[in-house]
């Protein structure tokens, strides 16, 4: 047997995400231990939602991780291009030739034509799927409409009658039935392909040979098996992972658990514990041990130990092998640890430029600058309650900043954060000290301290994004008629500058 090929495939719309690590822990395993080869390939077909930033994150986040890769966009290869943008030509050609030898169809469908067909499927108790009107078509009006630059698809063709038998490497023969599966759109109208046709193409010209990726995939893979048996090409060996679980035992979420990577490297997870604990989350060592190095793993990894159900990622257990792994660190080894965590030259120039007008003694940096090293204030209501703003007022305010967090993490610098936050102070008609006050108590644990914009710069959007969810569950978040309303207020606002309300760029302190 050829020693395999295995590849992870993230789309940098956002934070990289735990789950990402998680499947490529498993991916990376099994192909080194097999002797095989790795692949990172950037899946950016969502072009209004994907960047090179999001991308540079998730290059350094594997990175940092140690799961490092054989070809990939960064590196190259023999196969690539590794980005889905750079393969525009290749989809194409292959979705031409699928409508050509009648696998797949050209649909005229309008969304409204769409929503209208699923709307009275629904009414009918029907899984909502395309009804395959365009089948109906004769060769000569579809020329005609396409002549005329009608806006069109192109779809998959999808049996009507009978089952799919996926051959899963954890689950055996799962069948699953085709009045289940959509005719799923391969082309767009703008010419871009779908997730589907791409990745299909992809994990074939990349010739690789196991598939290993989560759960909720499971039921696209007839339409991906149907891609290889139209276009006359041996499918991968397909692997489906148990999902990551909230300890609800809902899908992993930020809501519930914090899912960047980069908060557990900014939180001070070591990368060794992190990947110690998310392989414990789906295997085990055939000794049971919970403490294992990434090599341990890879010298006795085997698919065939990998868990089936959901396996609920606990901080706690997190907390307690990260601990395990610091202990056994030298005094010296710790020292570099903490200096490439926060204890770095260009942090603490930072974080020193503005503590040091507040300090007296030495000994007063740990109170004053505590909270920069990544433990969250303790606080508590009353702290809130301190303050002059009413609860509701602040609740909107740090509703607000979340969401400002969130939309800015490619964008994450102190004059960006200060002009959206002067701003929802005019848009919420507040001053701008009782604006920002219960940023400070959220982001400092103090109700004034060093410039809680700069504070925020310094922290990063992760710390940032937990600490103002730790206070909305502090003081209670907004009801759901509020956060509509919040949400018209600020895409009203949309992103005015301090200019526009008058600041002379100066917080409130």
Same mark, same amino acid.
């Given at each position: 047997m050829s020693t395999p090929r295995t590849r992870v495939a993230p789309s940098p719309t956002g934070a990289p995400h735990l789950?990402?690590?998680?499947?490529?822990?498993?991916?990376?395993?099994?192909?080194?231990?097999?002797?095989?080869?790795?692949?990172?390939?950037?899946?950016?077909?969502?072009?209004?939602?994907?960047?090179?930033?999001?991308?540079? =994150?998730?290059?350094?986040?594997?990175r940092w991780l140690g799961l490092n890769?054989?070809?990939?966009?960064?590196?190259?290869?023999?196969?690539?291009?590794y980005r889905q943008s750079e393969r525009s030509e290749r989809y194409r050609h292959y979705a031409e030739q699928l409508v050509a030898?009648?696998?797949?169809?050209?649909?005229?469908?309008?969304?409204?034509?769409l929503a209208a067909m699923r709307e009275e499927q629904r009414a009918r108790g029907e899984t909502p799927r395309y009804d395959g009107r365009a089948l109906q078509l004769s060769a000569t009006e579809v020329a005609r409409r396409r002549a005329a630059g009608e806006p069109h698809v192109i779809r998959l063709k999808v049996p009507d009658v009978g089952a799919c038998e996926v051959n899963d490497l954890l689950r055996g023969a799962v069948s699953i039935d085709w009045r289940q599966v959509d005719m799923q759109v391969l082309l767009k109208a703008d010419g871009r392909p779908t997730y589907h046709l791409a990745n299909v193409v992809d994990d074939h010209e990349m010739r690789i040979s196991h598939v290993v990726r989560g759960e909720e995939w499971l039921s696209s893979t007839p339409k991906h098996l149907l891609l290889y048996q139209a276009l006359a090409w041996e499918p991968p060996q397909y692997c489906h992972l148990p999902l990551l679980r909230n300890p609800d035992h809902s899908k992993l979420s930020k809501r519930r658990n914090p899912t960047s990577i980069f908060y557990y490297r900014d939180k001070g997870y070591l990368p060794e514990a992190l990947l110690n604990y998310l392989a414990r989350m789906g295997w085990s060592m055939p000794d049971e041990r919970e403490r294992f190095s990434l090599d341990e793993l890879i010298e006795h990894f085997e698919l065939s130990r990998v868990v089936l159900g959901g396996p609920v990622f606990d901080l706690v257990k997190l907390d307690w092998l990260n601990g395990q792994w610091l202990r056994e660190l030298s005094p010296l080894e710790l020292q570099r640890r903490l200096?490439?965590?926060?204890?770095?030259?260009?942090?603490?120039?930072?974080?020193?430029?503005?503590?040091?007008?507040?300090?007296?003694?030495?000994?007063?940096?740990?109170?004053?600058?505590g909270f920069l090293l990544g433990a969250p204030p303790e606080v508590d209501e009353a702290h809130?309650?301190?303050?002059?703003?009413?609860?509701?007022?602040?609740?909107?305010?740090?509703?607000?900043?979340?969401? =400002?967090? =969130?939309?800015?993490?490619?964008?994450?610098?102190?004059?960006?954060?200060?002009?959206?936050?002067?701003?929802?102070?005019?848009?919420? =008609?507040?001053?701008?000290?009782?604006?920002?006050?219960?940023?400070?108590?959220?982001?400092?644990?103090?109700?004034?301290?060093?410039?809680?914009?700069?504070?925020?710069?310094?922290?990063?959007?992760?710390?940032?994004?937990?600490?103002?969810?730790?206070?909305?569950?502090?003081?209670?978040?907004?009801?759901?008629?509020t956060r509509r309303q919040l949400e018209v207020l600020r895409g009203q606002v949309g992103k005015a500058s301090a200019a526009d309300v008058g600041s002379d760029g100066r917080e409130p302190e």
């Open positions: 789950g990402t690590a998680y499947v490529a822990l498993f991916n990376y395993a099994y192909a080194r231990s097999m002797g095989g080869s790795f692949v990172l390939r950037i899946e950016d077909t969502d072009q209004q939602r994907s960047s090179v930033a999001a991308e540079q =994150e998730i290059i350094a986040a594997l890769w054989d070809e990939g966009p960064d590196i190259g290869g023999d196969v690539g291009p030898s009648e696998q797949a169809f050209y649909c005229f469908a309008t969304p409204q034509e200096v490439d965590w926060r204890l770095n030259p260009e942090l603490l120039s930072a974080a020193l430029e503005h503590l040091q007008p507040r300090m007296e003694r030495l000994s007063d940096l740990v109170p004053l600058g809130y309650r301190a303050l002059k703003p009413p609860l509701e007022r602040q609740q909107a305010v740090l509703q607000w900043a979340l969401w =400002e967090v =969130e939309e800015r993490r490619f964008d994450f610098e102190r004059d960006a954060l200060f002009n959206a936050m002067t701003a929802a102070a005019g848009a919420l =008609e507040l001053s701008l000290r009782d604006c920002f006050a219960p940023l400070f108590v959220a982001i400092t644990g103090r109700p004034s301290s060093i410039s809680v914009v700069d504070a925020m710069a310094m922290l990063g959007p992760d710390l940032c994004a937990e600490r103002l969810r730790t206070a909305l569950t502090t003081i209670g978040a907004p009801s759901k008629k």
